[in-house]
């Protein structure tokens, strides 16, 4: 199984003045972290890190010798693009990763790499939404209110069939998730649960959330980061 870091973006919304992967969640890197969660999933072979133009040697140095780095685009999808043709021939399961979700933990990885095995073109990790949504018009008026039981949050990585992405990203449509692409081209595309701790770092409140989260587990009994074996 191959795992696609993304980390190209800049950040704008957090406004930390430097590329969002560098900025550290408990003295570390979002890239290390994103990085060490992937390699410790059974599942993992190859990794690839997609980052900013012009910061590749800064995060090879970060990421050591195991990642192959490559630069990234203007929007995610390009990005998600120039990871993937990195990637060797021989990798069928690919899966997709943000390092804004540094903390998403390895059995995530392994759980999504599972579900992919069993048929589906798309698998995506999510969470049930704890508000109401609704639909809004250009002035603000409401034009439904949709059931919140059938509405899950996602989150990434996001798992894919090779093929199946390949073809999602050569249709040349740009999403801000891997699986809409495949869902858009008919692709069975389906959800597992997701994990609170591959929260999305976006704005300094999430930072501050996810400084938080860390906090905690590390007060609490910490699951060993060895090697987990992989079932597919
Ligand atoms: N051109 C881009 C844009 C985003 N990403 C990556 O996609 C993930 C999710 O994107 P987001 O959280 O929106 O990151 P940024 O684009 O950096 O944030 P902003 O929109 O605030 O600038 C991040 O790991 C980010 O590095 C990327 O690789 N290439
Ligand atoms: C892929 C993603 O993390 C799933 O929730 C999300 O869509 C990325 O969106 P962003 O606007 O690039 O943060």
Redesign the pocket.
Known sequence: MGVIVVAA?FGTRLGAGMPKALVEIDGEPMIVRAVRNAAAAGCTGTIVVVAPDGHLEQFAALVGQRPIIVAGGAE?TNSVAAGLAALPPDIEIVLVH?A??AGAPPELFDAVAQAVCSGPDAVVPGLPVPDTIKYVDADGTVTDTPDRAFLRA???P?GFRRAALERAHRSGRSA??DAALVERLGGRSVVIDGDLRAM?V?TRADLDAVERLVAHESAGPTTPQTQRKCTT
């Open positions: 973006g995610r943000d804004a979700r996602v989150q990434t996001q801000t998730d999305k976006t």
